[in-house]
């Protein structure tokens, strides 16, 4: 993932990182939306992993996780949608995001394991903490995966210092207090974050959290390496008829795309 980003700095250009929720809204579309997002432009796939209760989500998301549950859609599930994307595509990275309470009754090891096979390059799990989740990094890192950690506006210097030590992959930096999708973006306060982050940080930093449309994913990739759209893309999906929804969600990110390659 890292190379990734890597080759796109060289190239002064920005990463772009699409968010949907596997099985969101039929579990039919998850593969074709993934090759879609590719399609137009994305350089990393976040793939939400559905849960009950996800807590660091707004409405919009929260509403996709019901969806995806209603069909069932279960971590075993999202890992085979992977590895059906990877019989086309090998080289685009795929980041799992979620929470810990599925991986913790996969089993923390049968997860690892069944997530280097599918081949997953990363994980984001919201509700580990990199004070206490050093093992699960060592793991990680020792099977070629990147464990991807969150840093908040609330964060402290320690925290970030953590994440400079177990983190891998990209920093991911919440752009606002609050949920996903909750807010506007305040460029300036962006600014200030990064620069702290980055005293500390050695990974590209990538932002997220309220990046709704190209110009404010412009704005933002002037002070960061890749930028994170998730809510947005989940409010294309729910209003979009089925049959469209590939074509509408590839139509919106290669917008996107212009506007960071501008």
Known sequence: ??????????????????????????????????????AGGADILELGVPFSDPMAEGPVIQRACERALKFNVSLHDVLGYVRVFRQTNTHTPVVLMGYANPLERMGVDVFISAAKEAGIDGTIVV??????????????RLNGMDPI?????TSTEERIKQVAEVGGGFAYCVSLKGVTGSANIDIAEVTKRIEAIRKHVKLPIGVGFGIRDAATAKAVAQVADAVVIGSRI?????????????????TFISGIRKALDE
Request: proline letters at 11%; hydrophobic letters at 45%.
């Open 1 to 38: 993932m890292q190379t990734t980003l890597a080759a796109l700095a060289a190239n002064n250009k920005k990463g772009l990182i699409p968010f949907i929720t596997a099985g969101d809204p039929d579990p039919e579309l998850t593969v074709p939306l993934m090759h879609a997002l590719v």
């Open 127 to 140: 509700d580990y903490p990199p004070e206490e989740c050093e093992e699960f990094a060592h793991k990680m």
């Open 149 to 153: 950690f969150l840093l908040a506006p």
């Open 234 to 250: 989940i409010q294309e999906l729910e209003n979009t008829p089925r049959e469209h929804a590939v074509a509408a969600v590839q």
